[in-house]
């Protein structure tokens, strides 16, 4: 896998760089819902560009899992704490009788 790639999968989700795995399956699941070839209401059978939107689509999904799986996951308090840093803000300052009476 390349960065290009995962670029181009991203692109074709329509998702930022920094998206969550709930997204990336809401996203795939709309995408899915809008492409496949069952879910169309004629009879005609689906022609070339549905056939290989639905391909990319599933192939963009596959590339994005195999990336998100091979991703170790932090659950340490600094990483925690780097992520969301309202949390880390109350955790510093939440005692400070200057600043931390303030706080809900």
Do not use: C
Not at 42 to 51: H, I, L, N, Q, V
Not at 94 to 101: E, F, R, T
């Amino acid at each position: 896998m390349t960065f290009q790639e995962l670029e181009e999968a991203l692109s074709i989700f329509g998702l930022e760089r920094q998206a969550t795995l709930g997204e990336i399956k809401t996203r795939h699941r709309e995408l899915v819902k809008r492409y496949h070839p069952d879910a169309r209401s004629t009879t005609k059978p689906p022609d070339a560009r549905e056939e290989r939107e639905i391909r990319r689509i599933n192939a963009a999904y596959r590339l994005l899992l195999a990336y998100i799986s091979a991703y170790s996951f932090s659950f340490s308090k600094e990483e925690f704490y780097r992520q969301n840093p309202e949390e880390r803000l109350q955790h510093q300052f939440g005692n400070d009788p200057l600043w931390g009476n303030g706080w809900s």
